[in-house]
T-cell receptor, first 114, second 111 residues
């Protein structure tokens, strides 16, 4: 079983829809949770960053972490065609010898059509 | 702005060739990483380095080696390329536990 599981999709939604992307994980040591967005033929870039449990909002994007369920989510409100990309969750344990080593999910391919 | 550059965007090599992929970052980051990205498998960590001349194996180090002689430069070496090493290779750098900044990737094809 992989440490981080993410449904690869693909997910296709109409413009303006609310999108929900999710990851589950098995390692209880993970404390840093990230969502990265990757456009075609580009490297991933950080979208949202959360430490421990709770919610974080940034514009149309909301990240949620539920450590008790080992489950994280990214919500996109009023989705736009420019949101079409692959979304990768990533997580890391704190300190020790991790040196910021991230474990990634498989990525979910999202298409928002006009 | 942090910039991570990779030596090639596309590379075609033959089975058995020695392949060098180079990554350079310009923000004095301590940590550097090499990943490969394959459909359905996501990003998998090959090696990382937390200081000059220091390296740690990631999840899939077999068939690869790395070199970090200078802080800004991290090289991935395929000693004898094989067809199952055809993939997208991504380099990243970070400062401590903060976000990783990725390069544009090198798409390697081994024939």
């Amino acid at each position: 079983q992989k440490e981080v599981e993410q449904d690869p999709g693909p997910l296709s939604v109409p413009e303006g829809a609310i999108v929900s992307l999710n990851c589950t994980y098995s390692n209880s040591a993970f404390q840093y949770f990230m969502w990265n967005r990757q456009y075609s033929r580009k490297g991933p870039e950080l979208l949202m960053y959360t430490y421990s449990s709770g919610n974080k909002e940034d514009g149309r994007f909301t990240a949620q972490v539920d450590k008790s369920s080992k489950y994280i989510s990214l919500f996109i409100r009023d989705s736009q065609p420019s949101d079409s990309a692959t979304y990768l969750c990533a997580m890391s344990s704190a300190g020790g010898t991790s040196y910021g080593k991230l474990t990634f999910g498989q990525g979910t391919i999202l298409t928002v059509h006009p | 702005d942090v910039k991570v550059t990779q030596s090639s965007r596309y590379l075609v090599k033959r089975t058995g060739e020695k392949v060098f992929l180079e990554c350079v970052q310009d923000m004095d980051h301590e940590n550097m990483f090499w990943y490969r990205q394959d459909p359905g498998l996501g990003l998998r960590l090959i090696y990382f380095s937390y200081d000059v001349k220091m390296k740690e194996k990631g999840d899939i180090p077999e068939g690869y080696s790395v070199s970090r002689e200078k802080k800004e430069r991290f090289s991935l070496i395929l000693e004898s390329a094989s067809t199952n090493q055809t993939s997208m290779y991504l380099c990243a750098s970070s400062l401590g536990l903060r976000e990783q900044f990725f390069g544009p990737g090198t798409r390697l094809t081994v024939l």
